[in-house]
Nanobody, 119 residues
Framework: QVQLVESGGGLVQPGGSLRLSCAAS????????MGWYRQAPGKERELVAS???????NYKDSVKGRFTISRDNAKATVYLQMNTLKPEDKAAYLC?????????????WGQGTQVTVSL
C-alpha cells in the first residue's frame, strides 16, 4: 500500500504560478511511473504530465512550455511546477503512480488538490 498526499493547490490569478507536491509514503526510487492528472467538473480525468523512473517526460499539449514535472527520489516526492496559469487550468489535480512487482501492476491515487485560476 502506498499513500500519496498532494499539496500546493490554491487560488491564483491568470498568469500566476503554483507548485504542486505529491509526497509518497515509500521510496519512489523504483517507481516506474508517476503522473499528475486533473479533472474539472463535468469532464473526464486527463493526464497532464508524467515522469518515468528513467526520466522520460510526457506533457499534455496544452501545458507544454508552462508546466514542468520533476521528482526528488530522496524526498519521495514528485512536483508539478505550473507557470502562466490560465482559467482553463482550473481543476482538481491528482497524483498517480504505478509499479510492477511479481508480474502485477500496482497503482495508487492521491486525494487531489484544487487549483483555481481566476481574477
Amino acid at each position: 500500500q502506498v499513500q500519496l498526499v498532494e499539496s500546493g493547490g490554491g487560488l491564483v490569478q491568470p498568469g500566476g504560478s503554483l507548485r504542486l507536491s505529491c509526497a509518497a509514503s515509500r521510496s519512489i526510487f523504483s517507481i516506474d511511473f508517476m503522473g499528475w492528472y486533473r479533472q474539472a467538473p463535468g469532464k473526464e480525468r486527463e493526464l497532464v504530465a508524467s515522469i518515468t523512473n528513467t526520466g522520460g517526460l510526457n506533457y499534455k499539449d496544452s501545458v507544454k512550455g508552462r508546466f514542468t514535472i520533476s521528482r526528488d527520489n530522496a524526498k519521495a516526492t514528485v512536483y508539478l511546477q505550473m507557470n502562466t496559469l490560465k482559467p482553463e487550468d482550473k481543476a482538481a489535480y491528482l497524483c498517480y503512480l504505478y509499479f510492477w512487482r511479481g508480474g502485477s501492476k500496482y497503482g495508487y491515487w492521491g486525494q487531489g488538490t484544487q487549483v483555481t485560476v481566476s481574477l
